[in-house]
């Protein structure tokens, strides 16, 4: 199985969070900044998408390439500095959801919280940033969407 991820990253977080998910999925996963995303993603079976929200708004990079992402499976990832049990996370989820092509299958979605005072604040070398959910994401899915048959 062919994984792919894929991340747009403005001060460093969403990056960390796609280099901590790389790290757990086979050798051969390819990783790319949105900014190289190839023209067609046919040879993949999984893309996972690292996207960031900033006052309840997707990234540009990331609302233009969310549109063309026509893989078979597609998980996505981000950071928000809203409250992770609010309202505000579904609905930011499920706009990105939705500019994804029809047809493509998203195999799960996870949300890393950053303080507001931080979102804006590029990534320190000794900030604390705990990348463990993610890579159990990562992994979880992965294994999922391998030995699932309707996947």
Same mark, same amino acid.
């Given at each position: ?18 280099? /901590?998910?790389?790290?757990? =999925?086979? +050798?051969?996963?390819?990783? %790319? ?7 067609? !993603?046919? @040879? ?19 609302? /233009?390439?969310?549109?063309? =992402?026509? +893989?078979?499976?597609?998980? %996505? ?7 992770? !049990?609010? @309202? ?26 950053? +303080? ?12 604390? !940033? ?22």
């Amino acid at each position: 199985m062919k994984a792919l991820v894929l991340y747009s990253s403005q001060t460093g977080r969403v990056k960390k969070l796609a280099e /901590a998910i790389r790290s757990v =999925l086979p +050798a051969n996963t390819d990783f %790319l900044p949105m900014e190289q995303a190839p023209e067609n !993603f046919d @040879d993949y079976d999984i893309v996972f998408a690292g996207v960031w929200f900033l006052n309840l708004k997707l990234d540009s990079i990331s609302q /233009a390439v969310l549109p063309r =992402l026509k +893989a078979g499976k597609v998980a %996505l990832f981000a950071i928000m500095h809203r409250d992770l !049990f609010s @309202d505000d996370i579904s609905k930011n989820l499920r706009s990105a959801v939705e500019l994804l092509p029809a047809g493509v299958w998203v195999a799960g979605t996870h949300v890393d919280y950053v +303080a507001e005072s931080m979102a804006k604040t590029p990534l320190g070398d000794n900030e604390l !940033f705990n990348v463990e959910s993610v890579k159990d994401f990562a992994e979880n899915t992965y294994y999922r969407t391998q030995t699932d048959k309707v996947a």
